[in-house]
């Protein structure tokens, strides 16, 4: 049997014209969609590094009664993205078990922005990643993962988040290429606003 890495898949080939390479992160607690956004929006096949649970987690990791769950990312996601002739994002899903977020320093090292997925069902376990981008500087975008219909709307999670006016705050269905999309592109384009700002400050 063939491992899954010398499978043979159709990859999209980086165009020639493309002149900027971004990297992004994908954060949010466990089980919030971060492998699933990575994995809808990706040209080529995901890089994953997720792991079947076993009873040795129970105790260590934590699980939640609302998700399904049986695997967990144990390294980071990856994958890459085409959004124009010269605009490339490569994607890093940050790990949403506690004991991997020491992985998430080395993450952030070169990244230009992040989305943070929330889950309104478990809304607390997005504020370490928010901290933690706040903590590095980086720009960011906040997407509400629907499971279903949302306990709160998206004022109301903003209120709940402190999040400022200036932090774009949007639903998505990470299951969904085209939602996906839309958040990436809401976070090149935040970025795109920051940088003009920060060029016409006199």
């Not at 390479?21 to 080529?44: R, W």
């Not at 980071?76 to 959004?83: A, E, H, Q, V």
Request: with cysteine; glycine share 8%; hydrophobic share 40%.
């Amino acid at each position: 049997m063939r491992s899954r890495s010398s499978e043979p898949v159709d990859t999209p080939p980086l165009r020639a014209t493309a002149a900027d390479g971004l990297k992004i992160v994908v954060v949010g607690g466990f089980g919030v969609g971060k492998t699933t956004l990575v994995g809808s929006v990706s040209e080529i096949r995901p890089l994953s590094t997720e792991e079947t649970m076993t009873q040795a987690s129970v105790g260590v990791d934590e699980l939640k009664s609302s998700t399904d769950k049986t695997t967990t990312t144990v390294a980071f996601d990856f994958g890459r993205i085409t959004l124009d002739d010269e605009m490339v994002l490569y994607l890093f899903g940050a790990p949403g078990q506690k004991r991997f977020w020491f992985l998430w320093e080395r993450l952030f090292s070169g990244t230009l922005g992040a989305v943070v997925l929330v889950d309104t069902r478990h809304v607390a376990d997005c504020w370490y990643s928010i901290d933690r981008l706040e903590h590095h500087g980086l720009p960011f975008v906040v997407a509400r993962n629907n499971f279903g219909e949302p306990d709160h709307t998206l004022e109301q999670l903003r209120e709940a988040l402190s999040l400022p006016p200036g932090v774009p705050l949007i639903d998505c269905d990470a299951r969904r290429r085209d939602s996906g999309v839309e958040v990436l592109t809401a976070l090149v384009t935040h970025l795109h606003t920051l940088s003009y700002a920060r060029e016409t400050t006199p």
